[in-house]
């Protein structure tokens, strides 16, 4: 009787360079619609100043939507750079990673371009928290398969208090937004509390798994 053949997997080191470039690409899509902008602002006989000022919404939303991309960027590299298999499972988890990715620049030029709305305060900050949850989908398949990553069993748990802490977070954001409407999404300031509220989130989830794993090494 032949045993279970092992689940087929990908080389981590396309995976990962596969990921850099939808990033990539989907950083650089940001910046289109201010390129256009641009043009529109060259027919009109605007000045630099004219120009800045009339975009300033476009400018302040392309910059906050690259940093963010970056931040989620980092983290990804960070989180699979102990991987050393990629499963099916984990790579479509990751697909729907760079989904929300890749849709980021619509809702970004949506802030940039038209009038605030409820709606778009659910798609902007809506996008980024399904970011978050696909982020930590990925921490507990790790945490499941184990076999799959070097990394510490901390580490892991450590990534996943870090990916609640940001989805409550992006919650919280969120309905301030939907409520606050036009001037919801300074809502995103309570991204601020990410740090301190991922360490206490951290301490919890560390001090259940020393409870009930009390002989189980890190």
């Known amino acids: ?72 960027w980092m983290g990804h590299h960070s989180q699979y750079r102990d991987v050393q298999a990629v499963t099916p499972a984990l790579l479509w988890i990751n697909v729907a990673w760079m989904a929300t990715i890749v849709w980021l620049p619509v809702p970004t030029a949506m802030i940039g371009q038209m009038e605030p709305d409820p709606l778009q305060a659910v798609l902007y900050i809506g996008t980024l928290l399904l970011t978050q949850v696909t982020t930590l989908a990925g921490w507990l398949y790790l945490q499941r398969h184990g076999e799959l990553i070097t990394a510490p069993p901390a580490v892991i748990r450590g990534g996943i208090a870090g990916d609640l802490a940001a989805i409550v977070l992006f919650a919280i954001a969120l309905v301030i937004a939907v409520a606050a409407s036009p001037n919801g999404y300074l809502g995103l300031l309570v991204l601020l509390l990410s740090s301190p509220l991922s360490r206490l989130l951290n301490r919890i989830v560390q001090r259940r798994h020393r409870d009930s794993h009390p002989a189980t090494p890190e």
């Open 1 to 72: 009787m032949t045993g279970r053949s092992p689940a087929p997997s990908f080389r981590p080191e396309r995976f990962k360079a596969f990921v850099d470039a939808v990033v990539a690409i989907a950083m650089t899509l940001l910046i289109l619609p201010l390129t256009d902008s641009v043009a529109e602002a060259a027919a009109d006989h605007l000045d630099t100043a004219e120009f800045l000022a009339a975009h300033a919404g476009q400018l302040l939303s392309f910059g906050l939507s690259f940093l963010l991309i970056a931040v989620f």
